[in-house]
């Protein structure tokens, strides 16, 4: 994929995002093979979950959503205006079409007839008070910068969202896919209903986050073929091999990422199906570029030349992956720039950026959890292994996974992070590389960065844009504070009494964690 693909990942052009509508939501079992197209969804039963990101301190307001235990009941409980597809594209959900002449001035055109699940009828008011729960100086949210370059956001009626934005912004539609943006029902009092409440397709009966939660079908879900199980729970397991005794023993149905040292066993097993899904999920080890040491790239070059990544692809992800480039961009997604030389491990280069940084030796620790993803520990074993020789000794922390994001992440110098794949770079390097982001873990701070960020995404013509997403890339890799050494397919179990229709979506785990929508009983 050249610097030039188009902005639409799959296909879709520029001209398709702009007016953008119910065309895009084509049939997902098209093209796929006789034997799964035969699969008939049914109705009943009941799906239980394990998923592997989340605490107790999790709340049900989406401007708080960080792990998986909240994006996956978010998807559970709510829809968005837009969502990304089992097969990757972009689809209309609560917004039935959507339109900009000069991708500055977006309307959205809402369903009719879409009900909460406390009766309330969908309107623009519920649309605009939720998307303003990420704006504005009081705002924690994490989606705020991606809705940072908002000027208003009015109604025109009841089913129609105006939204003008300061600048130009083809990607608008892809960014309301972000899992922040569930739409809630506003309170009589104008406040938002940050309680569970939803127009999707279950509805919440107990909420004991870090624990469990329960779930019942919607009985008025607006979605046509979609949410067939009578019931959900989503079982918090951290612990990766717990969750895959879970699985193996039938306490749960799915989890969210299988350990990869056990998947040649769970493969023998005629009543599991471990499913490999490729996509933009990367781990990070974060620096914090902005205090000492790491404020000198000198040692993040050092750390970054440190790292095997070939070597951690093929034995912590048992080749489930391919290696990364100290930046967010993987190659499936637009305007991956593959004339960036790829780093390779070279401890001599390693050991020269370090005593230019003024060491010798340095000896750092490295917090990390099992709750992160499956071999996230084991990463970081063998990277330390890996910087030994280099002068750099880097002691694994092993940190509990409950109260990580709290406590950890962003918290510490030097800890491991993930993240899901973004359907365009420009949520992905807005949200966590922006040097006024919130989520910006690397303290990453750079004035060419951030004017060329702006100017990519109100760029029009695809080759320019493309050219100004190459140097972003380049920028990061060469300056960044975040040392990305892989980026890994989604690897998870699911019980073979449960069936989907064989396109699973590859932007988060579980079908895009949609699982209690897509999935069904066999």
């Known amino acids: 994929m050249t610097p030039q693909k188009s902005a639409m990942a799959n296909g879709l052009s520029r001209r398709t995002l702009l007016t953008g509508g119910a065309a895009l939501g084509a049939a997902a079992l098209i093209g796929l093979p006789n034997q799964v197209r035969a699969q008939v969804p049914q109705r009943g039963g009941m799906l239980r979950v394990a998923v592997a990101q989340g605490g107790t301190s999790d709340t049900l307001d989406p401007a708080t959503f960080s792990g998986s235990q909240q994006i996956f009941l978010g998807w559970t409980l709510r829809n968005n205006l837009t969502e990304i597809g089992s097969d990757g594209k972009l689809k209309p959900e609560l917004a039935e079409s959507w339109s900009s002449d000069d991708a500055q001035t977006w309307v959205f055109n809402l369903r009719k007839?879409?009900?909460?699940?406390?009766?309330?009828?969908?309107?623009?008011?519920?649309?605009?008070a939720s998307l303003n729960l990420h704006r504005g100086e009081a705002s924690?949210?994490?989606?705020?910068?991606?809705?940072?370059?908002?000027?208003?956001?009015?109604?025109?009626?009841?089913?129609?969202?105006?939204?003008?934005l300061n600048g130009k912004n083809a990607d608008f539609p892809f960014i309301l896919s972000d899992y922040h943006f569930n739409i809630c029902p506003v309170n009589p009092d104008g406040t938002v209903d940050v309680s569970g409440v939803g127009t999707g397709g279950y509805i919440l009966e107990e909420f004991n986050p870090?624990?469990?939660?329960?779930?019942?079908?919607?009985?008025?879900?607006?979605?046509?073929?979609?949410?067939?199980?009578?019931?959900?729970?989503?079982?918090?397991?951290?612990?990766?091999?717990?969750?895959?005794?879970?699985?193996?023993?039938?306490?749960?149905?799915?989890?969210?990422?299988?350990?990869?040292?056990?998947?040649?066993?769970?493969?023998?097993?005629?009543?599991?199906?471990?499913?490999?899904?490729?996509?933009?999920?990367?781990?990070?080890?974060?620096?914090?570029?902005?205090?000492?040491?790491?404020?000198?790239?000198?040692?993040?070059?050092?750390?970054?030349?440190?790292?095997?990544r070939q070597a951690i692809v093929n034995t912590v992800l048992k080749g489930h992956g391919v290696v990364a480039n100290d930046h967010p961009v993987s190659p499936s997604m637009p305007y991956f720039d593959p004339s960036v030389e790829q780093r390779a491990y070279d401890p001599d280069k390693a050991r020269f950026h370090l005593k230019k940084a003024g060491y010798d030796s340095l000896t750092m620790g490295l917090s990390v959890s099992d709750g992160l993803y499956a071999g996230a520990v084991d990463a970081v074993t063998l990277y330390r292994e890996h910087a030994a020789p280099t002068g750099l000794d880097i002691q694994v922390v092993r940190e509990p996974g409950d109260g990580y994001w709290s406590d950890v992440w962003m918290k510490k110098p030097l800890f491991a992070s993930s993240w899901g794949p973004r359907p365009v770079p420009d949520m992905i390097l807005t949200t966590a590389y922006a040097s006024t982001a919130d989520w910006n873990e690397g303290a990453f701070s750079n004035a060419r960065f951030d004017e060329l960020l702006l100017a990519a995404r109100g760029e029009l013509d695809e080759a320019k844009r493309g050219e100004m997403y190459g140097e972003m890339q380049r920028i990061l890799s060469d300056e960044g504070g975040s040392v990305i050494p892989f980026f890994r397919s989604y690897v998870y179990g699911r019980s073979t009494s449960i069936a989907h229709s064989g396109e699973l979506g590859s932007d988060w785990p579980l079908d895009g964690h949609r699982a209690m929508e897509r999935w069904w009983t066999a």
């Open 140 to 164: 924690k949210s994490g989606a705020k910068a991606l809705l940072a370059s908002v000027e208003n956001i009015t109604s025109e009626g009841d089913h129609i969202v105006k939204v003008i």
């Open 210 to 308: 870090g624990v469990r939660t329960r779930v019942r079908r919607n009985p008025n879900y607006w979605k046509e073929n979609a949410a067939h199980f009578e019931e959900g729970e989503i079982l918090l397991i951290n612990d990766p091999t717990a969750a895959t005794n879970a699985l193996v023993t039938g306490e749960v149905h799915a989890i969210e990422s299988s350990e990869y040292k056990t998947l040649s066993l769970l493969g023998r097993r005629t009543n599991i199906q471990v499913e490999s899904v490729p996509g933009g999920f990367h781990g990070t080890f974060a620096m914090n570029s902005a205090s000492a040491p790491f404020d000198n790239n000198d040692l993040r070059l050092a750390m970054k030349y440190a790292i095997d």
């Open 113 to 128: 007839g879409v009900e909460f699940h406390n009766g309330k009828s969908l309107t623009a008011e519920d649309v605009i």
